[in-house]
């Protein structure tokens, strides 16, 4: 069992940056891939960003050269720093993660989730 707790979040204006943090506490986290996800209100849940056990990331294109993910095993965290933030970035947060190997599998794939941190973005 992972328990995954999402921090960060906040109300930031355009162009800011905020850092969002996943703590993971259970089992061996280097043994897990870790995904970014967000669902704005009325929106589907949508892929943000993914780094694997070899620390190999992908982004979805909305946010690509604005947000970076990383992680550190030694302390159990993943992180997803955002910069240049817009509005249409506004949606709750949440990270997940799973086991498989290789690049980011779909949301349904994924074993563990946190309860979500919230982002708004005013303009």
């Known amino acids: 069992q992972v328990q995954l707790i999402e921090s960060g979040g906040g109300l930031v204006q355009a162009g800011g940056s905020l850092r969002l943090s996943c703590a993971a506490s259970g089992r061996t986290f280097s043994n897990y891939a870790v995904g970014w996800f967000r669902q704005a209100p009325g929106k589907e849940r949508e892929f943000v960003a993914h780094?694997?056990?070899?620390?190999?990331?992908y982004y979805a294109d909305s946010i690509k050269g604005r947000f970076t993910i990383s992680r550190d095993n030694a302390n159990n965290m993943v992180y997803l720093q955002m910069n240049s933030l817009k509005p249409e970035d506004t949606a709750a947060y949440y990270c997940?993660?799973?086991?498989?190997?290789?690049?980011?599998?779909?949301?349904?794939?994924?074993?563990?989730w946190g309860q979500g941190t919230q982002v708004t973005v005013s303009s």
């Open positions: 997940a993660a799973h086991r498989y190997y290789g690049g980011p599998p779909a949301s349904s794939q994924y074993d563990y």
């Open positions: 780094i694997n056990r070899s620390g190999s990331t």
